[in-house]
């Protein structure tokens, strides 16, 4: 079931080697070419069956693409998307350029001050991925059931968003539009909290004692094992809403702390009954 | 591998239940006799093979046994050691009390308060579980793998400490010797801690978003969904050090949010960093 003919993926990482597992798993384009800055990520893509062509050069991997999506660092998009301005010539007219980052905001409103009108840019976000990096751990199922966020403006073409929502239902993910600023929020309570949370406990703990951890705490804090450098840049690019998530949290918790210092039975029982209450709603 | 004759579990719940399945596994025991107040929990102990007899009533139980292990929610534990006492004249002398509950210092200070000397009393937890509660969910190999604490005193009878060990060992334990005292702090920080973590992160989250909720939010808050009562006797038998636990995190949380909010990216990074090296060691 083809829906485009050529998909470039800048950044063959977990999400971007995804991307192209689950794309040559279902026919949706006639070519997948991958274009990295290591040589040993790209063979693996290769090796892997996640592109059909791996190359060094932006240039040879954009030209006649009509969707490129860039899975690079939340840091790099910006610098790609400038890169990309420069070979304009090179590019169809109506060409669809997306990206994955975890934040939204901040980078669709570069993308949409960096590239030109006949470039149709749409904001995305697959809330799906692992505390484990790189595309030796990718999977072309790794969007089933995983929910991707497409963040439309003002300004975004209303016929590349509604071919990009087929793109990402097609590899099994339920699409959620809703607008950047809205988007940041919500995972910054439901994901970016969560990281810092999960970091800030291990943290907590004395390094002498943390083999004596049991399943609750691996649970808990599985997500704190995840990539540095992709995690500042979602604080960076995201900072006003995790604080703010985090906020909140340092409220629950005092209130907690204090029900348990006081022995108040009832308000704790109150917050136990509800986060189990709320956390069965959820699988 | 006999290592009792009769064993008697008060109590079939999730790990009443499995130390029943374990044993009978590993042929340790002629009879497993389990106790508990619930009709329905008791039939499907005996309906899993978890115990050879199943009954309402303590004096039966434990006429024999040779073992008993208090398996109940810690705010029944020092009641059970008070009916046992009158139950004194139907005991073998040298008999082995010990128990499941997962705070140690209260229930190893009362316990021996009101044992009689003749009853070899060790406190033990083993640090198994799962937010999944009841003799259904039981498995005879929950505690593979798995630590079990026991929380020795100057009281306790070294024999006694010793084939509770080898009991423990021989159901695929890790047996680690610990004070109750220092056992609490311990745990306060590894499970109770974080549990209180989890049930305040999911109430933190606007209930309108829950559902949102990708696989990182469902690990980090797994341990909410566990039974508000159970956690509520253990908040209340180790709340010192449960707050300085929460304490600790605090701390952590905030140095990571005013790391964010003043995009401090060495301090942002030290704590990243830190955080995915800790929680690597561990698996």
Known sequence: ??????????????????IGLAVKKRHLADVVCGVGRRVSSLKMAKAKGAVDIATLDLETSIKGADLVIIATPISL?????????????MMRKGLIITDVGSTKAFIVSKLEAILPKWIHFVGGHPFAGSEKNGVVNSSADLFVGAKTFLTPTRKTDKSALANLRRFWMAIGSEVVIISP??????????????????????????KKDIKFASMG??????IAAGDPLMWRDICLSNPDNIVKAIKKLEK???ALSKAIRDKDTKVLMQHLEAAKEDREKIK
Chains 1, 2 share one sequence.
Do not use: C, E, W
């Open 1 to 18: 079931m083809k829906i485009f003919n050529k998909i470039t993926i800048i950044g063959v990482g977990l999400i971007g080697g995804s």
């Open 77 to 89: 998009i910006p610098q790609y998307a400038l890169k990309i301005v420069t070979l304009s010539h």
């Open 181 to 206: 600023k809205k988007h940041d929020k919500l995972v910054a309570a439901l994901s970016h909290g969560p990281h810092i949370t999960a970091a800030a406990l291990v943290n907590s703990i004395d």
């Open 217 to 222: 705490f691996l649970d808990t804090t599985r």
């Open 252 to 254: 629950k918790l005092t």
